[in-house]
C-alpha cells in the first residue's frame, strides 16, 4: 500500500521564480492539504482540496495556488518567490468523510529560495 | 480561531525514563480530535496517537499515553520506557470534528525529544 508520495525531494530557486511541487495521495483517499513548515516551527496549514475544488484555505497570500486532478493527486504552485517562502512543504492526504479526519503525511519538499 | 501551544521547546531524557510532553489548546468547539505527532530528522511525520474529544477515556497506544483533560484544555503526552528511537520532534495538533468532511490540522510548535544512552 503505497503512502503519500511527494516530488522533488529538494529544490533550490532564485528569488522571483516560480516553482511547482507535486504530490500523490495514499491508495484510497481523495482529499490532500498543503502544509508549509518553517524551521523549528509546526507546520502551517495552505489549503486543502476535494473534488479538484480548492475547499479550505489558510491565511497565505494568493502567490500560493494549487491543483488537483482527476485522479487526486495535487500541485502546489508559488509565484514570484521571496525569501521567507523556504520552508519544508508538507502534503497530506485522508479520505474526505473518514473517521478521525486522520491525515497521512509525505516525507515534504525542502525549498531553498536564495 | 482555534490555537495550540507547547510550552516545553526541549526536552531530554535517558533510556528507559519516562517523559511527559505538554500541550493546551484553545476552542470554542465541542466536538474536535487531538493528535500527536512525531517528526524524527528523516522528516516524515508520523501519527502516534490520537483521542476524540467526546471520550473521556484517554487513549493508549504501546507505551504512548495521553492523559485529556477537556476542561482544562490541556493534551499531554506520556512515553514511558523510551527509547532512542523515541527521539524526534513531537507536534500536537487539534482539528475539529466535521459531518461535512475533513478540517485543517492546527498545530502547536512542537517540542525536540532527545532520548540519552
Known amino acids: 500500500d503505497a503512502g503519500v508520495t511527494q516530488s522533488p525531494t529538494h529544490l533550490i530557486k532564485t528569488r522571483g521564480q516560480q516553482v511547482t511541487l507535486r504530490c500523490s495521495p495514499k491508495s484510497g483517499h481523495d482529499t490532500v492539504s498543503w502544509y508549509q513548515q518553517a524551521l523549528g516551527q509546526g507546520p502551517q496549514f495552505i489549503f486543502q482540496?476535494?473534488?479538484?475544488?480548492?475547499?479550505q484555505r489558510g491565511n497565505f497570500p494568493d502567490r500560493f495556488s494549487g491543483h488537483q486532478f482527476p485522479n487526486y493527486s495535487s500541485e502546489l504552485n508559488v509565484n514570484a518567490l521571496l525569501l521567507g517562502d523556504s520552508a519544508l512543504y508538507l502534503c497530506?492526504?485522508?479520505?474526505?468523510?473518514?473517521?478521525?479526519?486522520?491525515?497521512?503525511f509525505g516525507p515534504g519538499t525542502r525549498l531553498t529560495v536564495l | 480561531a482555534q490555537t495550540v501551544t507547547q510550552s516545553q521547546p526541549e526536552m531530554s531524557v535517558q533510556e528507559a525514563e519516562t517523559v511527559t510532553l505538554s500541550c493546551t489548546y484553545d476552542t470554542s468547539e465541542n466536538n474536535y480530535y487531538l493528535f500527536w505527532y512525531k517528526q524524527p530528522p528523516s522528516r516524515q511525520m508520523i501519527l502516534v496517537i490520537r483521542?476524540?474529544?467526546?471520550?473521556?477515556q484517554n487513549a493508549t497506544e504501546n507505551r504512548f499515553s495521553v492523559n485529556f483533560q477537556k476542561a482544562a484544555k490541556s493534551f499531554s503526552l506520556k512515553i514511558s520506557d523510551s527509547q532512542l528511537g523515541d527521539t524526534a520532534m513531537y507536534f500536537c495538533a487539534f482539528t475539529q470534528r466535521d459531518f461535512q468532511g475533513a478540517q485543517k490540522l492546527v498545530f502547536g510548535q512542537g517540542t525536540r525529544l532527545t532520548i540519552n544512552p
Open positions: 482540496y476535494y473534488e479538484e475544488e480548492e475547499r
Open positions: 497530506a492526504s485522508n479520505l474526505f468523510r473518514g473517521t478521525y479526519n486522520e491525515q497521512f
Open positions: 483521542q476524540e474529544a467526546y471520550k473521556q
